[in-house]
């Protein structure tokens, strides 16, 4: 455990601001409640413990998510509710995946009614990223990612040529390419978040680089937390969304549930991901809410991961009724999702 604890992010690095990476607009942000808007489609996007938790998402909602975009990781139920399984077999990959168990838990749980349909997620467009300098997720281990989705028949677009360490690759982040230390927001030169949103929308129009017209909503995720209080699922008493002025004014839009990983929450780093991730500029061109839940640390998640490998106590995680992916699908429902 102590290993998870080092590679989620315990060791909090300094690292100096690239004086030439691009500052980006922020967002007006208010106090206030999620509501529900236009919404056409839902997609989700993670990296690290965020990527895992996109994939069970997708996964167990195939019938409402229809797309996601993964940093930095590997295949559902990967850690299979067991800690040493999550570092040895989905981090360091000493232990095998067990790919082919996991893609039968897969069809026996949809058979069983647990998750939706796996026929869902044939040709459903997935971007995966993996940096050749990240040693916290191997890449075999995201290769079985690309596998597991293939199996089921998603159309999966792979990066696997950056030099990028463990993070989440924007032209925003404060970090160089091949490190891995807070924030996990890296420059690596490129624009991942293009490919992404090309790959799950068809096509995207160029981000905002100049002021956002949008809103930063600062809304109470114990209102939407299955058990009423946030904290007990090891989730931060708030979370975000940004809406654009268009979305707000009734247009069609999509929403992206945007995940971050381990160490990089709100009470971790602020709102270094939310502003960073190079989301919110797309969203004001392409017609797209972004929510971004919000964990945090507590005595069984002391580096604020999502919920993964089961440490919350129950087996029941990564299919319908599990409690963080309950709590996001409500937020996504209130959205209007």
């Not at 997720?137 to 079985?144: A, E």
């Not at 109470?220 to 904290?231: C, E, R, S, T």
């Amino acid at each position: 455990m102590r290993k998870l604890i080092r590679i989620c992010g315990a060791v909090l690095v300094a690292i100096p601001l690239l004086l030439l990476s691009p500052a980006p607009a922020q967002a007006a942000t208010v106090s206030g409640s999620l509501r529900a808007y236009n919404i056409s489609r839902v997609y989700v996007s993670g990296v690290s413990s965020g990527g895992y938790m996109a994939t069970q998402l997708q996964v167990a909602y195939s019938s409402r998510i229809k797309g996601a975009g993964i940093f930095s990781a590997g295949p559902y139920y990967c850690a299979q509710n067991n800690a040493a399984q999550a570092v040895n077999g989905c981090m360091d990959n000493v232990y095998s995946t067990n790919l082919g168990t996991l893609e039968y838990d897969t069809s026996l749980w949809a058979g069983y009614g647990w998750i939706d349909p796996t026929g869902n997620l044939s040709g459903q467009p997935v971007y995966v990223f993996h940096g050749g300098s990240d040693s916290s997720i191997k890449k075999s281990v995201t290769d079985d990612l690309v596998r597991y989705y293939q199996y089921f028949g998603a159309s999966v677009q792979y990066d696997s040529g950056s030099a990028a360490g463990h993070a989440w690759v924007t032209p925003y982040g404060p970090n160089s390419c091949t490190v891995t230390a807070s924030p996990y927001l890296n420059n690596c030169g490129t624009d991942p978040q293009n490919a992404l949103l090309r790959k799950l929308f068809g096509s995207v129009n160029a981000r905002n680089t100049g002021s956002l017209t949008g809103t930063l909503i600062r809304f109470d995720q114990n209102a939407h937390a299955v058990n009423g209080y946030a904290p007990g699922l090891s989730m931060d008493n708030s979370g975000f969304a940004y809406v654009p002025s268009s979305c707000a004014s009734g247009a069609s839009c999509r929403l992206m549930v945007a995940l971050h990983g381990c160490g990089q929450g709100y009470s971790a780093v602020g709102t270094a991901f939310v502003d960073k991730a190079n989301l919110n500029q797309y969203a004001d061109t392409n017609n797209m809410i972004v929510l971004y839940p919000q964990a945090t640390a507590s005595g069984v998640n002391p580096n604020g991961c999502w919920d993964w490998w089961g440490y919350l106590g129950y087996s029941n995680y990564p299919i319908h009724g599990g409690l963080q992916l309950e709590t996001i699908m409500n937020m996504v429902k209130a959205l209007g999702g």
